[in-house]
């Protein structure tokens, strides 16, 4: 692989960054500084999706101009992302002028392409989804059944753009996997939907105010997904700038399930009309909830993700998110599961072998290792686990080599070697070290941070006893 090109959604800055959020980009950092290790030339994007209704009706709500409002939130997620050692190569707003024009350009291939026509729209959008719906989406209240609210009825002039001319088309590369949707059963759910016929979608809105004005009919702004979608390629300088020459297609798109539809058909459709080369791959992560429940303002279960790396450290928000929940599948997040992986996994597993092998050193051999020699086990199976995004195993084998090792520990009693055996007792110490070591470098992606303190806390001339990772939780909270 000469290139990655990684992507995560753009969020609606109507609400502040939360777990789920949190969760979808750190996945894609993790990925990110995975490649980025292996001396792959990375492009990590991640941004913010600011136009449309919803965001007018937020920013109005919250008293405050569009573009002010816009602005702060965007701070606020860029701001949370640093905190939790999520490092993008760049971060879009969809307000910047650079994308404004971009997406100007774009609109204008499009109707060129001959795949857009005037039409009317009589039926029902829901703001909470920025989407259009129908009669069989809708609950038995007639409401939208993820924002509890009445959709609204609408009548009104849009330009539409002819998705239904791509069905064939599209059902034949992901048939093939010339465009790869994983996981298999998400894969499954898009082709059943393509078979079921695809109607045209709008690309415009006449009565949005906040939005980019179409080129050729001022009247009416980009319809805000069609709009957003385009952010991909933006940010990259299209139609002809050095980043885009270099990194387009896109090798991945992350994100939820709920949002998968919108990339994994519409945006290749809209790509082919405007003869762009395609994404290689989408990957539709499942949801998770807060103690069983849905995560909701309403329910006031929202959590947020820099006041818990506060608390438990950036380090093991990461971790705990990756591990707990295998990706792909949906998942159920808890303070009391959090707490239980700190002390047992962090704390008892991975702290007490850093602690352990680093006083073992420092007591008997003066804190003096010499070269680092390699593992005496073999830890290549992890990345073939990374790159298939099967983060849960992948931290699954890092922690049986941690079980390993503290159990190595157990069973040739190295303390007792060091008085009567020195050289079994090197030994020892040049496996758990060598081995140690390793295990840092398949951590880094997950937890820079601690793997930075392993590395060079057995890096250095002199290894002293080292401080806690991962402090006792009581101390903390
Ligand atoms: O959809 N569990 O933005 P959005 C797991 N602006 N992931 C979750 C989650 C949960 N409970 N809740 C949210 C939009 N997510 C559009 C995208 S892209 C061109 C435009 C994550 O702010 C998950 O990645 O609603 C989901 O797809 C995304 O947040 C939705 O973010």
């Known amino acids: 692989m000469d290139k990655f090109y990684i992507t995560t959604p753009i969020y609606y800055v109507n609400a502040e960054p939360h777990i789920g959020t949190a969760y979808t980009t750190i996945a894609a950092d993790v990925l990110a500084r995975f490649y980025r290790f292996g001396g792959v030339q990375t492009f990590f994007l991640?941004?913010?999706?600011?136009?449309?209704?919803?965001?007018?009706?937020?920013?109005?709500?919250?008293?405050?101009?569009?573009?002010?409002?816009?602005?702060?939130?965007?701070?606020?997620?860029?701001?949370?992302?640093?905190?939790?050692?999520?490092?993008?190569?760049?971060?879009?707003?969809?307000?910047?002028?650079?994308?404004?024009?971009?997406?100007?350009?774009?609109?204008?291939?499009?109707?060129?392409?001959?795949?857009?026509?005037?039409g009317e729209y009589e039926g029902l959008y829901c703001v909470g989804h920025e989407a259009f719906l129908t009669e069989k989406d809708l609950d038995e209240q007639?409401?939208?059944?993820?924002?509890?609210?009445?959709?609204?009825?609408?009548?009104?002039?849009?330009?539409?753009?002819?998705?239904?001319?791509?069905?064939?088309?599209?059902?034949?590369?992901?048939?093939?996997?010339e465009l790869l949707i994983a996981?298999?059963?998400?894969?499954?759910?898009?082709?059943?939907?393509?078979n079921q016929g695809l109607d045209d979608v709008a690309i415009s809105r006449p009565n949005v105010k906040w939005g980019i004005k179409l080129p050729w009919d001022e009247s009416q702004t980009a319809y805000v997904w069609i709009e957003a979608l385009f952010n991909y390629a933006s940010v990259?300088?299209?139609?002809?700038?050095?980043?885009?020459?270099?990194?387009?297609p896109p090798d991945l798109h992350v994100m939820g399930k709920d949002i998968l539809r919108f990339?994994?058909?519409?945006?290749?459709?809209?790509?082919?009309?405007?003869?762009?080369?395609?994404?290689?791959k989408i990957f539709g992560h499942g949801f998770f909830t807060i103690d069983g429940q849905k995560i909701s303002k309403s329910l006031g279960n929202v959590i947020d993700p820099f006041a818990?790396?506060?608390?438990?450290?950036?380090?093991?928000?990461?971790?705990?998110?990756?591990?707990?929940?295998?990706?792909?599948?949906?998942?159920?997040?808890?303070?009391?599961?959090?707490?239980?992986?700190?002390?047992?996994?962090?704390?008892?597993?991975l702290g007490n072998l850093f602690s352990r092998l680093t006083t073992l050193v420092a007591q008997n051999l003066n804190g003096e290792i010499g070269e680092i020699k390699p593992s005496p086990r073999s830890l290549e199976d992890i990345d073939k686990l990374v790159q298939d995004l099967r983060f849960h195993e992948a931290l699954t084998r890092i922690w049986e080599e941690i079980a390993w090792a503290n159990k190595y520990i157990d069973e040739t009693k190295p303390w007792e070697k060091a008085k009567t055996e020195m050289k079994l007792f090197r030994e020892v110490i040049d496996n758990l070290v060598g081995l140690l070591y390793e295990i840092a470098q398949k951590l880094a992606p997950f937890m820079p941070d601690t793997a930075e303190k392993i590395r060079?806390?057995?890096?250095?001339?002199?290894?002293?006893k080292a401080e806690p990772l991962f402090p006792r939780l009581e101390k903390i909270t």
Request: hydrophobic share 35%; with cysteine; net charge neutral.
């Open 263 to 280: 990339h994994a058909v519409i945006w290749p459709a809209l790509l082919e009309a405007v003869k762009m080369p395609w994404p290689k």
């Open 308 to 349: 818990l790396a506060q608390k438990y450290g950036t380090d093991t928000v990461r971790y705990f998110l990756l591990r707990e929940i295998p990706f792909g599948q949906d998942g159920d997040f808890s303070i009391k599961k959090l707490e239980a992986r700190y002390d047992g996994d962090l704390a008892n597993g």
């Open 183 to 194: 996981p298999a059963s998400r894969r499954n759910e898009i082709l059943s939907f393509i």
């Open 142 to 177: 007639g409401n939208c059944p993820d924002h509890k609210t009445a959709p609204e009825k609408l009548k009104e002039k849009n330009w539409f753009f002819k998705l239904s001319d791509y069905e064939a088309l599209l059902k034949e590369k992901i048939e093939t996997g």
């Open 46 to 118: 991640t941004g913010t999706d600011e136009h449309g209704s919803k965001i007018e009706r937020a920013a109005m709500a919250a008293g405050k101009e569009p573009e002010e409002f816009t602005r702060e939130m965007a701070a606020k997620f860029s701001f949370t992302w640093d905190t939790l050692a999520i490092a993008p190569d760049d971060f879009i707003r969809t307000t910047e002028e650079r994308h404004k024009t971009a997406v100007a350009k774009f609109l204008k291939a499009l109707k060129a392409s001959g795949k857009v026509y005037e």
């Open 456 to 464: 060079s806390g057995l890096s250095t001339e002199k290894i002293v």
């Open 236 to 248: 990259l300088d299209y139609p002809d700038g050095e980043k885009f020459k270099q990194f387009w």
